[in-house]
């Protein structure tokens, strides 16, 4: 009777060679889950870098393909801007005799026009440029998603953005997306940042982010539904 006592006041289980307290169940429960989590985040990460390597196959490679008017057009912009000297203000093209061009805001074409600067003019340099900005917006994604839905569920957000077909397009494409995208995430990034600490530093950078996505391509005004829902959501 006082074995009997013993065991449930320890709160354990019976077993066939004995007693098994509840709290050592629960810690091998515990060690379990984190053991899959792990492994899950391993496999997570694993993925993400094995779409980076992907980006760099024929990273060489002429402007061919997908979209390849509007990659040419992007490579033109960005050599007149080595080749001229002008300011971002002042983008010249190729077609139709060339010449200045009223366009979106050329802030990646200036960009590349800077790296051909230092390094020479190669198409390679622009998918270099245009991953490491597609890898900024991969971590934008993972900070903003964790604030609404922890860590766990941020990594798999991130990793799934990687891996999907239209971002290995475009997360190498001499195209200014990757700068679009990075610019949306983090804008709304600080946004929530600003709303949850009211420090004006984080409405600036927020505004200004925003402010560089509608630049780059005025449809991104939709951008506005999901800052409405961070204002109203407590």
Known sequence: RNRRMRHRMSGGVRGGKGDLPLYSIASHTIFAVRIVNKSIRTICLALILLSVAARFINIDSNVIGWHSW??????????????????????????????????????????????????GVNEAYARVLSIAIWLLGIFGLYRLSSRFYGNDVALFAATTYAVIPLSLFYGRAFMPEPTLLASIVWGL??????TDRHKMTDWLISCLLITIAVLL?????????PLLYIAWTP
């Not at 990034?189 to 600003?194: A, G, I, L, Q, V």
């Not at 391509?217 to 539904?225: C, N, V």
Request: glycine share 10%; charged share 20%.
């Open 189 to 194: 990034y600080f946004f929530y940042r600003w």
């Open 217 to 225: 391509k005025i449809p991104t005004l939709y951008i506005g539904l």
């Open 70 to 119: 509007r990659q040419s057009d992007t490579a033109a912009l960005a050599r007149n801007f080595h080749e001229t000297g002008e300011s971002i203000l002042y983008p010249r093209v190729d077609w139709g005799g060339g010449g200045y061009v009223e366009t979106e805001l050329q802030l990646y074409t200036y960009e590349v026009s800077l790296v051909y600067s230092a390094f």
